[in-house]
């Protein structure tokens, strides 16, 4: 089975006016959570924003989660924390090389 992630809007941050913009999201705070075979990981961050650019900015009032979701994903903390969340995973899949066994008699 492939990595499936999750990512949970928690919070926003917003500045009231930037650059003649009002409403902007600064900030978002977000899990992001994956899951490969029952093995999961989930670590919860701070993504700040890159400044909006006016003639493609969406009003507050508009934005979707997914909108959201995009400028988070286009944050280099977020493919850091994937790159943590899917080291996780994969140190709990590895198979054991040591352990506590059973007497042999």
């Not at 500045?15 to 409403?23: A, E, S």
């Amino acid at each position: 089975m492939a990595l499936v992630t999750t990512l949970t809007i928690r919070q926003l941050e917003v500045q009231y006016i930037l650059d003649g913009l009002v409403n902007v999201i600064i900030s978002v705070q977000a899990n992001l959570s994956g899951n490969n075979s029952g093995y999961t990981s989930g670590w919860t961050q701070g993504f700040t924003l890159a400044p909006p650019v006016s003639s493609s900015f969406i009003p507050f009032e508009s934005l979707t989660e997914a909108d959201v979701i995009n400028f988070v994903k286009a944050t280099e903390l977020y493919d850091t924390t994937l790159a943590m969340v899917t080291n996780d995973i994969n140190k709990e899949m590895q198979t054991p090389t040591q352990g506590i066994c059973a007497f042999p008699w």
